[in-house]
């Protein structure tokens, strides 16, 4: 996992509250759990709450592009981050990525069934004749760009790509499955833990698909924000670590 410098950050997220406006935090829909938890508990030290907008990676750093005001950004892949940093929209000796996740099948708890997904794993035989694959869409949520490396490994992308239900990020896939409309689905392990009617069948293997990574940095708006770097130091340093791992997280 890519890890870049964050100078000075660990040491300002004990800096002591100051009358500012709420920070705005732009991070994947994967983060929501987690992410509030570490907003509740930087509230508790006495700073403003911050203000989260989930949404797929690429919808953010799109909006940011057309000006939408926000102080942090954090994309569920480097893909999306250096997108972003090509179009001067973060701090780049801001950047970090401390976290990781896993890719898995879901299926719903009635028809779960544990598998080994492997290449000889036929995903369309298990959809049936009907059903779709849902996912996020590969064109540019990161959750179906990861799901179609692993589907390609397997060599059944080309089948499968006609039958994906194409969501808008990997929440709204993770509800496909939850409601029945579609029998299987590619999410993140983390999303997956966190939702009651869906079971987790089997897991990717780590070769078929990028490293799951998540770059945090600054908002372009928010270079000089003393607040905003604190925050971003706090949830990428060590005390926020145990929290990220409860929500099933890798750290490092």
């Known amino acids: 996992m890519r890890r870049r410098a964050l100078p000075a950050l660990l040491g300002l997220a004990s800096l002591p509250a100051r009358a500012t406006s709420p920070l705005t935090v732009f991070a994947a829909a994967s983060l929501t759990d987690a992410l509030r938890e570490l907003g509740r508990q930087w509230a508790g030290k006495g700073h403003p709450a911050p203000r989260f907008a989930f949404a797929a990676s690429s919808t953010l750093a799109r909006q940011l592009e057309q000006g939408a005001p926000a102080d942090l950004f954090v994309s569920a892949d480097e893909q999306w981050m250096d997108w972003a940093q090509q179009r001067h929209l973060v701090v780049p000796g801001s950047r970090t990525s401390v976290l990781g996740n896993t890719l898995v099948l879901v299926a719903p708890l009635a028809t779960a069934q544990p598998i080994t997904l492997g290449r000889d794993t036929n995903l369309a035989a298990m959809l049936g004749p009907g059903g779709r ?38 929440r709204a896939a993770l509800l496909l499955v939850e409601r029945g409309e579609a029998p299987l689905g590619i999410v993140y392990a983390t999303d997956a833990a966190a939702a009651p009617g869906v079971r987790i069948i089997g897991s990717f293997p780590p070769e078929s698909h990028p490293a799951i990574t998540y770059p945090f940095a600054l908002a372009r708006a928010a270079e000089i924000n003393a607040e ?10 060590s005390e926020a670590r145990p929290t990220w791992q409860r929500f099933g997280f890798s750290t490092r």
């Open 133 to 170: 694959l849902s996912t996020g869409d590969p064109a540019h949520v990161p959750v179906g760009i990861y799901a179609q490396a692993a589907l390609s490994w397997m060599g059944q992308w080309q089948a499968l790509q006609p039958r994906l239900a194409r969501a808008e990020n990997v």
């Open 228 to 237: 905003a770097r604190a925050f971003l130091g706090f949830i990428t340093g």
